[in-house]
């Protein structure tokens, strides 16, 4: 059983910074492409960024220049650095996993197989 655990939220002011870590425990195969997507209360999930087994990332345009999204691939564990926080940047940060990769890494949700149970992110402004 795939067992995916995000940590590292919390709460902080506008403009402070906040490190997400996630681990993937019990895949037996090989994980390609991580990611990371978010949920704001009435609002639908969004990707923020992604990273594939080569070093790839990808972006929303939302998080651009303030987030950085990175990984030891071989311990499938997962890093979001998150600085320049916003009140917008507020939602429920989701890690999740894929076996596969595609030219850029995906910011589409269906294209991931394992997620974990969130983690939340508050920024007050």
């Known amino acids: 059983q795939v067992l995916v655990v995000e940590s590292g939220g919390g709460s902080v002011q506008s403009g402070g910074s906040l490190r997400l870590s996630c681990a993937v425990y019990?895949?037996?195969?090989?994980?390609?492409?991580m990611a990371w997507f978010r949920q704001a209360p009435g609002k639908e999930r969004e990707g923020v960024a992604s990273i594939d087994g080569a070093g790839t990332t990808n972006y929303a345009d939302s998080v651009k220049g303030r987030f950085t999204i990175s990984q030891e691939h071989a311990k499938n564990t997962l890093y979001l650095q998150m600085n320049s926080l916003k009140p917008e940047d507020t939602a429920m940060y989701y890690c999740a996993a894929s076996p596969l990769g595609w030219s850029l890494p995906s910011l589409e949700s269906s294209d991931y197989y394992s997620w974990g149970q969130g983690t939340q992110v508050t920024v007050s402004s």
């Open positions: 019990g895949y037996t195969g090989s994980l390609y492409s």
